[in-house]
């Protein structure tokens, strides 16, 4: 075995450690895909520019593809609490939003001051959907 073989099988055993490490993190896995294919590219006698180039292209292309599609597992359950959770509720306005001055909603008896998105008046009574919290103002738009 060459240096270069070690090489590899050293950089693969150190990515699959720290993943194991990080278990949820997903850190170096595709670091291990790609030390295989520079593996595989030593055993051919390839040079080792070609390898390096082989390794960094698995590496990011396993990045590319594997992340994305892992992303929901490895975040876990999200639940949102606290003001957080308001974003989604459907409210009807206890105030109108006009351009003068805040709508206002009651949310679990705690009153809100609401703005509509794109600065439109929105009448009282109207059904209004939560989109984000801007410090003490909710942003919403009609339903």
Known sequence: MTIFHWLWIIVFMAAVII???????MVSIWFAAGAIVG?????????FLVQ????????F????????LTA????????????DALIGMKVRLIRAIAEDH??????NGIHWNAVEKDRNDV???????ILAIEGSKLIVKKH
Not at 20 to 25: D, E, F, P, V, Y
Not at 52 to 59: D, E, Q
Not at 102 to 107: A, N
């Open 52 to 59: 390096a180039i082989l390794f960094f292209i698995t590496s």
């Open 102 to 107: 805040f709508g206002e909603v009651v949310i």
């Open 19 to 25: 993943e194991l490490a990080t278990a949820s993190a």
């Open 72 to 83: 929901n597992y490895t975040r876990g359950n999200i639940i949102h609490t606290n003001s």
């Open 123 to 129: 009448k009282e009574g109207s059904i209004v959907e």
């Open 39 to 47: 593996l595989i590219a030593s055993l051919f006698n390839t040079s």
């Open 61 to 68: 292309a396993s990045l590319a593809i594997i992340r994305p």
